[in-house]
């Protein structure tokens, strides 16, 4: 007892900072191995952004590169390619935001009020498998049951008495294709915050709605969507950013040449400019590309932001 | 599922005064259809893998194969372990995901403990600055340089330790280590224990389910991640199960030459070959699933609603 007194009192004098350190070394010692690691693998690479700013030579490394100021930006902004990015870019982060967000926010309703309990649980489980296949395997599925002389999908259609397409290379099947995708392989995944929001509604809202009349679509409307109203803002505001930026790896996995005019994102273009260029890599305007999109990405975010801590008083920071 | 349930009951129970009328009744059949037809229209690729890859190739090329399998045969599994590299690359996943994990667990519960702590002198800025990587980050070319001047291109330390922390992991394990009552920490701290034995013998074992969910965002990605690997490594010794898997099934860079090969003989494609990789690529993750099925969803809900 005497001694937890001791506990307390050591914390409410006010001792000096080192001291502080110094008597508790391993907590600091604990914190050392991943502060090492972010700032190795996570704020270096950062400062490696200056790149942008560079004709990067290859070889030489920035010791023999050139400071050319904001001349990658100008050659990526006047050059045709950037339209074309920054348009397929934004439209395929709009789908997602119409269709695959709010996918997710239906399918939790769907679990939770199907009456059926196997039902229900089943489809949750059913939904949530995609999560463990990767974005190789599901790329590898699209490709191949799309395949106009073995793919499944075309058999089907043949069997309809309807003609084969050869989907992966029509530019207009990118975006539906890529979005059933992505709405395929994250729907459950992302459910599961929605369901958890449903079960923490308190149920005397429902047995209020009841005796005010309320059947059960005017539950679901009048008590369920508000109640995870401030969960959906939060997600939409977490996504956003997420919709913009990541997707590059799968969207590699499937585009063709033939469909650069609907499929090429900023990302993706980046990541040709380095690493896929008929051997003529451009580190600098690469970096300057990529750059811009985590720029147009931070903005969208601040943006949604605000916006949402006007309308609905739900924000990040 | 089973608060769902229980929260199902609480429901029905704020229901059972009223009758269900011939709407309600219409109502709960409707979303009842709507689920079972998501579910089925969900594990339908799945199965059609599962069926494919079991089945006779030319049964699948030619379309008789879309409910049901056509001459059950393990021709293509057989011909897939033939396949050069295929038990290399299992076998560096199987490196990568095990080595990887755990490199991941060490340095992400140790700092997540740390910044869980009031006590840290600095704890606000070193939160702020794992924080700040979750909304920006260097990006493909910067992060790719970095490993070329640290000397880690084609090295499998780049994959293990260059993917260490996921800022995202770190966080649903800070705020699990925050849920920990202080007491527990102040009565180790009475009976003389120090930080270190405070974290091991009485955090870790108390995060069972945290631990259960950060374990398996850390598996996933080790187990199907191929864009970092492709990048970084030249060494086909080196290259997982995923690389190698793109070029065969999304590339198919080999089955272009074998098609034409095989058409004579007219027995063998290597379409339900490309089914049957599919199945040994996703069996392992698809039977863990329900073993770490009950800690993941309770410790993702708190990851999620806490951001």
């Not at chain 2, 945290?210 to 187990?223: D, G, K, S």
């Amino acid at each position: 007892m005497a001694q937890k007194h001791q506990g307390l009192n050591r914390r409410k004098n006010p001792q000096s900072k080192l001291r502080r350190i110094r008597g508790d070394w391993q907590l600091y010692l604990l914190l050392l191995p991943g502060l090492i690691w972010f700032i190795v693998f996570a704020y270096k690479p950062m400062y490696g952004l200056k790149i942008a700013f560079y004709d990067y030579n290859v070889f030489g490394g920035f010791a023999k590169s050139d400071f050319i100021g904001l001349e990658n930006f100008r050659r990526y902004l006047s050059s045709p390619d950037f339209s074309r990015t920054f348009v397929n870019t934004i439209m395929i982060a709009v789908w997602q935001l119409i269709i695959v967000f709010p996918a997710s926010i239906l399918l939790a309703i769907i679990v939770t009020e199907a009456s059926s309990k196997f039902i229900s649980r089943a489809t949750q489980t059913v939904t949530f498998l995609p999560y463990f296949i990767s974005a190789v395997v599901v790329a590898g599925m699209v490709v191949n049951f799309t395949s106009p002389t073995y793919g499944v999908i075309n058999q089907m259609r043949e069997k309809l008495g309807m003609e084969p397409i050869y989907f992966m290379v029509e530019p207009d099947y990118f975006r539906p294709i890529y979005t059933i995708m992505i709405l395929w392989m994250s729907a459950g995944y992302n459910s599961i915050v929605y369901i958890a929001a449903i079960m923490g509604i308190d149920p005397s809202l429902y047995e209020a709605a009841t005796v005010d009349g309320a059947g059960r679509f005017g539950r679901l409307w009048h008590v369920t969507l508000p109640g995870i109203l401030p969960t959906i803002m939060t997600m939409l505001l977490l996504n956003i950013g997420k919709m913009i930026r990541s997707g590059y790896e799968t969207i590699i996995l499937l585009y063709q040449p033939t469909t650069f005019s609907k499929a090429d994102t900023i990302a993706t273009y980046a990541y040709r400019l380095a690493f896929d260029n008929r051997g003529r890599a451009d580190y600098g305007l690469a970096g300057a590309v990529g750059l811009f999109e985590a720029v147009i990405a931070l903005v969208m975010v601040a943006l949604a932001n605000q916006a949402s801590k006007r309308l609905t008083q739900n924000s990040l920071w | 599922m089973k608060d769902l349930e229980k929260r199902k009951k609480k429901i029905e129970h704020a229901k059972s005064g009223m009758v269900q009328s011939t709407g309600e009744k219409v109502y709960d059949l409707c979303i009842n259809i709507i689920a079972v037809l998501v579910t089925l229209i969900t594990f339908y690729p799945i199965y059609y893998i599962l069926i494919a890859s079991f089945s006779r190739p030319l049964g699948v090329d030619n379309g008789d194969v879309i409910f049901t399998m056509v001459e059950p045969t393990v021709e293509a599994y057989k011909r897939a372990f033939r396949l050069p590299n295929l038990w290399i690359s299992y076998g560096n996943t199987f490196f990568y995901a095990v080595f990887g994990v755990a490199m991941n667990m060490i340095l992400t519960t140790t700092m997540a403990f740390s910044l869980s702590r009031k006590r840290l002198v600095g704890r606000k800025f070193f939160t702020l600055m794992v924080v700040f990587t979750m909304w920006f980050n260097a990006g493909l070319i910067p992060t790719y340089l970095n490993f070329s001047q640290l000397h880690m291109l084609d090295t499998r330390a780049a994959i293990i330790v260059g993917f260490g922390i996921s800022a995202y992991n770190l966080i649903i394990m800070k705020s699990f280590f925050e849920s920990i009552p202080e007491e527990m920490e102040e009565a180790a701290t009475v009976d003389g224990a120090s930080s270190f034995r405070t974290f091991f013998q009485i955090f870790i074992p108390m995060s069972k389910p945290a631990l259960a969910t950060v374990v398996m965002f850390y598996l996933v990605n080790r187990w199907n991640g191929y864009f970092w690997p492709m990048t970084l490594l030249r060494d086909d010794m080196k290259m997982p199960l995923q690389v190698l898997l793109k070029k065969l099934i999304v590339d198919q860079v080999a089955n272009e030459t074998e098609a034409a090969i095989v058409t004579s003989a007219s027995t063998w494609s290597p379409t339900t070959r490309i089914y049957a990789l599919m199945m040994i690529a996703i069996v392992p993750m698809l039977v863990i699933y329900p073993v770490l099925q009950k800690y993941f969803k309770a410790g993702m809900t708190l990851g999620a609603v806490k951001g």
